[in-house]
Antibody
Framework: QVQLVQSGAEVKKPGASVKVSCKASGYTFTSYYMHWVRQAPGQGLEWMGI????????SYAQKFQGRVTMTRDTSTSTVYMELSSLRSEDTAVYYC???????????WGKGTTVTVSS | QSALTQPASVSGSPGQSITISCTGT?????????VSWYQQHPGKAPKLMIY???KRPSGVSNRFSGSKSGNTASLTISGLQAEDEADYYCSSYTSIVVFGGGTKLTVL
């Protein structure tokens, strides 16, 4: 079955970087986009960006431009999301989500909790 | 790009129908048939319920339906059940994805 398995929870200090992984299985990795969406505690969903695992092209939300990098490793069917210069407002659950097309997400990972605290 | 506008909360009794609205602009909701709806139970990942305004993924109950009129999209849930109690988010795609603020559905 289609699965997205994300890496475990992280605790980081302000100013540090975090790299979250999302390993895909059960489908052809390069045939679907991968989105990253985050959700701060008690808040709504916030789209961060998208990567095309086929060629590696990316598109980021303006809010995260310059701070986020999405990459992929086709040999392990894994995508990565790295967020730098962390601040307390980045404390959130980070989800990867598969996109058959760029406009929607049909399968979601369980989420990775990132806590930014001094 | 601004978030789409959803009511903070809606409620209904079992068996009733409810509708959640999602208002954008002619540049997003009104301009493209790329509206999606997601259901999220507490502590869980979101689940796709509707895509491309009115298409239902395999496995999603036909009690869930989507529509659009002008700059406002709507999610209707008929025959309300206790398990439908959750947060619901709409999203729209232009060249980026924008979510609504979310609506908490309470089944009375």
């Amino acid at each position: 079955q289609v699965q997205l398995v994300q890496s475990g929870a992280e605790v980081k200090k302000p100013g540090a970087s975090v790299k979250v992984s999302c390993k895909a299985s059960g489908y052809t990795f390069t045939s679907y986009y991968m989105h990253w969406v985050r959700q701060a505690p008690g808040q709504g969903l916030e789209w961060m960006g998208i990567i095309n695992p086929s060629g590696g092209s990316t598109s980021y939300a303006q809010k995260f431009q310059g701070r986020v990098t999405m990459t992929r490793d086709t040999s392990t069917s894994t995508v990565y999301m790295e967020l730098s210069s962390l601040r307390s407002e980045d404390t959130a659950v980070y989800y990867c989500a598969r996109g058959p097309l760029r406009n929607y997400m049909d399968v979601w990972g369980k989420g990775t909790t990132v806590t930014v605290s001094s | 790009q601004s978030a789409l506008t959803q009511p903070a909360s809606v409620s209904g009794s079992p068996g009733q129908s409810i509708t959640i609205s999602c208002t954008g602009t002619s540049s997003d909701v009104g301009g493209y048939n790329y509206v999606s709806w997601y259901q999220q139970h507490p502590g869980k990942a979101p689940k796709l319920m509707i895509y491309d305004v009115s298409k239902r993924p395999s496995g999603v109950s036909n009690r869930f339906s989507g529509s659009k009129s002008g700059n406002t999209a709507s999610l209707t849930i008929s025959g309300l059940q206790a398990e439908d109690e959750a947060d619901y988010y709409c999203s729209s795609y232009t060249s980026i994805v924008v979510f609504g603020g979310g609506t908490k559905l309470t089944v009375l």
